[in-house]
């Protein structure tokens, strides 16, 4: 039965990744993330750095690549080297057209601790139906691409929002390395 639930995920996640037309970052060594650009349409936001994102700024958002993490060491230690090694690569690309005019990057996650650590603002999210939609399809993933001898956390996760800021992306991919 998983079987066939992870079939049929992993080829509604392909779907999506194709009609939404998200991106591995460049230079990635892992592909562990996706990253799509687009106009921020919310209200206001003022992240931990204090800067402020407003209506109409160009923002990133990340979506794992859930084919990819199924093929990783997901533990806490390696999701955090993996996270590092994105922000890096983002960090790298940043710098150049069409990534130069993002002022902050966006996910929605159950992995808020670990993008916490670093740098991330994290954020409740503030439509409760949203929340619960968006925690119940993270956790499916979740438990669907993980492997299958690895133990996990069976309980549902709630998802949260995680910002961080181009200055707090340049940090992790400081000019000349990488």
Request: aromatic share 12%; with cysteine.
């Amino acid at each position: 039965m998983k079987n066939i639930i992870h079939f049929i995920l992993s080829k509604l996640d392909s779907f999506i990744v194709k009609a939404a037309g998200w991106k591995h970052i460049p230079h990635s060594d892992t592909n562990f993330m996706y990253v799509n650009l687009y106009k921020y349409k919310g209200l206001a936001i003022t992240l931990t750095d204090g800067t402020i994102i407003e209506k109409g700024d160009c923002i990133a958002e990340f979506h794992l690549d859930n084919k990819r993490l199924k093929g990783l060491d997901t533990s806490y230690t390696s999701l955090i080297r993996l996270l590092k090694g994105e922000l890096k690569a983002l960090g790298n690309c940043i710098r150049y057209e069409p990534y130069s005019k993002i002022k902050a990057v966006y996910g929605i996650t159950v992995f808020y601790e670990i993008a916490a650590r670093q740098g991330f603002t994290v954020l409740d999210m503030k439509n409760i139906m949203k929340r619960y939609l968006w925690s119940l399809w993270e956790n499916i993933l979740r438990l669907s691409f993980q492997k299958r001898n690895k133990r996990a956390r069976k309980r549902i996760i709630m998802s949260k929002e995680c910002w961080i800021s181009r200055g707090q992306i340049l940090l992790h991919a400081p000019e000349g390395r990488g």
